[in-house]
């Protein structure tokens, strides 16, 4: 399976504390270990980097303790892709086509990035936010909180 973690799953698996840790986790083992295909946008490691810096708990997660979950979790395991010029231009004139605005912008890169990458699957506990971007079968986003990984055969 070509799967596409996006940046709210990848914060809810790497923390054991978060709210929709139980339902994340599962995706993220399954990336790192059966998935055929491991993808992240670059776009979501600074997203990820600055949720978990800035999350209101206690203790603080420090930059290093961010880095080292981007590491265990995303680094060395994903392909992290990005978008070329051009597409960020595609992806706005998209927007402006369907009169989204403000901060949907955040998603409609990370999804076109995964287009792009042709996944089977992207996973987003925010999956009600791609759907509004993405171009594709609807099918292929999911939220954690409604699938599980596929079990071995």
């Known amino acids: 399976m070509r799967l596409f973690l996006e940046t709210s799953t990848l914060v809810a698996?790497?923390?054991?504390?978060h709210?929709?840790?139980?339902?994340?986790?599962?995706?993220?083992?399954?990336?790192?270990?059966?998935?055929?295909?491991?993808?992240?946008?670059?776009?979501?490691?600074?997203?990820?980097?600055?949720?978990?810096?800035?999350?209101?708990?206690?203790?603080?997660?420090?930059?290093?303790?961010?880095?080292?979950l981007l590491e265990e979790n995303v680094f060395g395991y994903a392909q992290i892709l990005a978008l070329d010029a051009g597409e960020y231009g595609e992806v706005v004139r998209q927007l402006v086509a369907r009169s989204l605005p403000g901060a949907i912008i955040h998603d409609a890169i990370i999804a076109r990035v995964a287009e792009l990458a042709?996944?089977?699957?992207?996973?987003?506990?925010?999956?009600?936010?791609?759907?509004?971007?993405w171009n594709g079968d609807p099918a292929r986003i999911i939220s954690p909180l409604d699938t599980t990984p596929p079990s071995d055969p």
């Open 13 to 17: 698996a790497m923390l054991s504390d």
């Open 19 to 68: 709210v929709h840790h139980a339902a994340a986790q599962p995706w993220l083992k399954f990336a790192k270990t059966r998935a055929t295909f491991y993808a992240v946008a670059a776009h979501s490691i600074s997203e990820c980097y600055s949720v978990l810096t800035r999350l209101p708990r206690k203790p603080k997660i420090l930059p290093d303790e961010a880095l080292r």
């Open 118 to 133: 042709r996944v089977d699957r992207l996973v987003s506990i925010n999956a009600s936010h791609f759907l509004k971007v």
